[in-house]
């Protein structure tokens, strides 16, 4: 039962233009929602996160935005760099939960 | 500030062999969790220590094992490994429930 959801495994982005992930989920007791990107041979890197009690966060280039009644978030990237190219997953928890559930990932790249 | 460590960073494993993995939390961290990532997959959580103790756990079987120590770092301990096992072992520390920093991982290939 995939709880979380990247229906996109691969984005390809001109460098400069925004990018767009998507991530959906099914379990309504999810309140918090992280980003993170890796990169080949090493560990997830925190991005950005968002709370259910806002429908957007922004830290410079990246924004994430909450879409609770369609249990959908995506993060927008602008502009894209070369060093933006790595896989990016979304991931949810619970209140009082202690586990992180994890999207499949989608491999951005971004083409000069 | 110390981030995440882990070791080793690879290992090949026979299967029905014995593993222990080992990871240190980055400074100030009290928490810290344990996730497989299967090839092409997102990490799937395997268990949480806080304050020694375990603090959750995942789908995973028994033979999945794991100790925190008072200075909060924390092993993994694979008891008669399979090949299924074959995976990228990644730990993350945390203060409490608060967001999650991972280190690197261990590769492990069991044959």
């Known amino acids: 039962d995939q709880q979380v959801k990247q229906n996109s495994p691969s984005l390809s982005v001109q460098e400069g233009r925004i990018s767009i992930l998507n991530c959906d989920y099914t379990n309504s007791m999810f309140d918090y929602f992280l980003w993170y990107k890796k990169y080949p041979a090493e560990g997830p890197t925190f991005l950005i996160s968002i709370s259910s009690i806002k429908d957007k966060n922004e830290d410079g280039r990246f924004t994430v935005f909450l879409n609770k009644s369609a249990k959908h978030l995506s993060l927008h990237i602008v502009p894209s760099q070369p060093g933006d190219s790595a896989v990016y997953f979304c991931a949810a928890s619970a209140r009082g939960a202690q586990k992180l559930v994890f999207g499949q990932g989608t491999r951005l790249t971004i083409n000069p | 500030e110390t981030g995440v460590t882990q070791s080793p960073t690879h290992l090949i494993k026979t299967r029905g062999q014995q593993v222990t993995l080992r990871c240190s939390s980055q400074s100030g961290h009290n928490t810290v969790s344990w996730y497989q990532q299967a090839l092409g997959q997102g990490p799937q959580f395997i268990f949480q220590y806080y304050r020694e103790e375990e603090n959750g756990r995942g789908n995973f079987p028994p033979r999945f094992s794991g100790l925190q120590f008072p200075n909060y770092s924390s092993e993994l301990n694979v008891n008669a490994l399979e090949l299924d096992d074959s995976a990228l072992y990644l730990c993350?520390?945390?203060?409490?429930?608060?967001?999650?920093?991972f280190g690197p991982g261990t590769r492990l290939l069991v044959l």
């Open positions: 993350a520390s945390s203060f409490w429930q608060e967001t999650q920093y």
